[in-house]
C-alpha cells in the first residue's frame, strides 16, 4: 500500500516540501486556505483535497507548515475526532511550522494518548530547501515515531537531527533563529562601520565570508538577497518577528538573563518602516536604512 502523507498549509515552505514528497513517489495530498497555493500544488503533482478532513481521514503522516502554534493547535483540534475514529491505525503529525515547546509537548501528550505520533520537526533553509528537498530539519518527539516517519523526514531534509523529546525540535529552532536575527544585525552594522571608514561593502562581505565574522546570513542572504537589492528570500519579517518574539518568551519562562538577545528582539520589533508582510532581509539593508 503507498503511504499517504497530506501537507496542511501550502506557503512559501509548505508547497515545495508538498512538491519534494510528490516527486519522491509519496501519494501527497494537499491543503490551504488559499485556492490559489492549491492551485500552484497541483501543478506538481499534489492532490489537492477540499477541506483538511480529507486529508486527516486519509494519511498516514500528515506535515503541517502553518505560521503559528496557534494555527497547528486549531487544525489538531478541530480534526482530533477524526483521529479518534482512527484508532489502531496511526497517523503521525510531523509538525515543520516554527512553534512553540509548551504546544508541541502538550499536543504530542494528547495525539500519544490517542495512540498517534506527534513530531516538532520544524526547519531551516527556506523555500529553496523546500522545494529540492535539503532543508536541515530539527525533530522532538518519540524515537519510535521518529524511525517510522524517517522516510518522510529524509524526502524533505538533507540533515535530520533529532534533538530530544517533544519540544526540543521547537527549542532548537527558536535558538537558531535568534541567532539568524542577531546575525542579519550585526553584519549589516559591521558593512556600515566598514562603509563608513571608507571601505567598499563588497570587500568587506569578501573579508567576512573568508574570515572568522561569517554567518549562513553573510555568506547567502547578503548577497543573494540584500547587495542584489531583490529582497524576496521568501521569509518575511513578520514571521521572524514571531521567532525572536519566542525566543524571548523562553528566555523569561527559564529566568535565564540574555541582553543581547534583548535587544535584538527589540531591533526586530521595533523597525517601524518594515511591515509584518515585508521580506526579512530588508532588516540587512545597510543602504537605506540609518
Ligand atoms: P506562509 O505564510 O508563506 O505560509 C503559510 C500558509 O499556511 C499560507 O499559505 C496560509 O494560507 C496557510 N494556512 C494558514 N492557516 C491555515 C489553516 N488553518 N489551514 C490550512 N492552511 C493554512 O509561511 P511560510 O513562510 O511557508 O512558513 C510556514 C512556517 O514555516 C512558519 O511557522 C515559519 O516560521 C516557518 N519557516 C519559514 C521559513 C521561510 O523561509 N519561509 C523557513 C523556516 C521555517
Known sequence: ????????????????????????????????????????????????????ADAFERSTFLVFSLPTAKDVASVVNDHIDTLKNRHGDRVIIIDTSTSEPDVSRELALRLNALDHGFLDAPVSGGPGGAASGKLTMMIGGAEEDVALARPVIEAMAAKALHVGPSGAGNVAKLVNNLLAAAHMITTK????????????????????????????????HFPTWIMSNTFNSGF?????????????ELAARTGVNLPVADLVAELWADAAELEDKDDFTRMGDFQTSK
Do not use: W, Y
Request: hydrophobic share 45%; glycine share 14%; no cysteine.
Open 1 to 52: 500500500k503507498q503511504t499517504i502523507v497530506g501537507v496542511i498549509g501550502l506557503g512559501s515552505m509548505g508547497l515545495g516540501m508538498a512538491q519534494t514528497l510528490a516527486g519522491k513517489g509519496f501519494e501527497t495530498l494537499g491543503f490551504d486556505l488559499s485556492d490559489e497555493r492549491k492551485a500552484l500544488a497541483e501543478k506538481s503533482g499534489v492532490v489537492p483535497v477540499n477541506g483538511i
Open 236 to 248: 518575511s519579517m513578520g514571521l521572524m518577528r514571531k521567532d525572536v518574539r519566542l525566543a524571548r
Open 189 to 220: 552594522e559591521g558593512l556600515k562601520l566598514a562603509f563608513s571608514a571608507g571601505l567598499d561593502p563588497e570587500a568587506a562581505l569578501r573579508v567576512l565570508n573568508a574570515a572568522s565574522g561569517r554567518s549562513m546570513i553573510s555568506e547567502v
